[in-house]
């Protein structure tokens, strides 16, 4: 049970001291927030571990602490604050949690709302997107590109970190195009295995090729998944229709 604290049993100077390196106190609770970040509960255990004595089994307050925390004495008389950015991580959170199967039963209806009859694999499009769902009612519009190929800008091929531009994205895309053709077992493996052997072999940079490969078959500089997810998940017709429009828009415009 994680041990509650009232205002006032600690002294003041006591909390301000804890964690004070030599480097300073916003330089320490920068080091703090980026372990938090990057390692969650485990970070958060080893905190509670350093500074009071002794880490709790578990983080989350049950509803009884709750209960046994909560005192009406302390309520004033200000007007409650309705933070929906707090609630939407508190449910953000609570979604992360959810088991896979949970998570999949609850989003099938979302996906529905715009993959309905696709046969898309929504158990491999659930894992996903489990991790990146915030509201269950944002879904569709996450997924929409799934059902439809959204119209993009070319400005979407231009990445300095990935060396790709528009002229640089029609060259991947007419080297990658014949290779995605002749693959037979449409899985995600396979998908990944073929492709990433294929640009070994052409001497491209992995960025070049794949940030366009995305980007063609997506609409989207932001996505669910990465191309050969998107690829797997889309089917291979798909696919390759989506790539083959992609390179005759970049065509017409070289």
């Keep these: 049970m994680i041990k509650i604290m009232k205002y006032g049993e600690i002294p003041n100077e006591e909390i301000f001291s804890r964690g004070q390196e030599k480097t300073g106190v916003e330089e320490t609770v920068s080091e703090i927030l980026e372990n938090v970040r990057k390692n969650g509960d485990s970070a958060l255990k080893y905190y509670a571990e350093r500074f009071d004595s002794g880490a709790p089994d578990c983080l989350e307050v049950t509803e009884e602490e709750l209960e046994e925390a909560f005192d ?4 004033n ?3 409650g604050i309705f933070d929906i950015n707090k609630l939407t991580w508190f449910n953000a959170e609570y979604v992360r949690r959810m088991t896979p199967e949970d998570y999949l039963k609850t989003v099938t209806p979302w996906f529905d709302k715009v993959l309905a009859g696709k046969n898309m694999d929504y158990k491999r499009l659930a894992e996903l997107m489990q991790s990146r769902t915030e509201i269950f009612s944002r879904v569709p519009e996450m997924i ?3 059902a ?3 119209e ?6 231009n990445n300095k970190k990935m060396k790709s531009n528009p002229e640089v994205a029609l060259d991947a ?4 195009a014949p290779v995605l053709e002749s693959i037979e077992d449409w899985s ?3 998908i990944h295995d073929t492709v990433m052997a294929a640009i070994a072999e052409s001497g491209k940079k992995n960025g070049a090729v794949l940030w366009p ?4 078959i997506s609409g989207l500089a932001s996505t669910p998944g990465g191309a050969f997810e998107i690829a797997y998940l889309l089917g291979k017709e798909e696919t390759l229709r989506r790539l083959n429009n992609s390179v005759q828009k970049l065509a017409a415009n070289a």
């Design 72 to 75: 009406i004495s302390r309520l």
């Design 77 to 79: 008389k200000s007007p």
């Design 144 to 146: 929409a590109f799934l």
């Design 148 to 150: 439809e190929m959204p």
């Design 152 to 157: 993009y800008e070319l400005d979407l091929y």
């Design 173 to 176: 895309l007419r080297m990658i």
């Design 188 to 190: 995600e493996e396979t």
């Design 213 to 216: 490969m995305r980007i063609a």
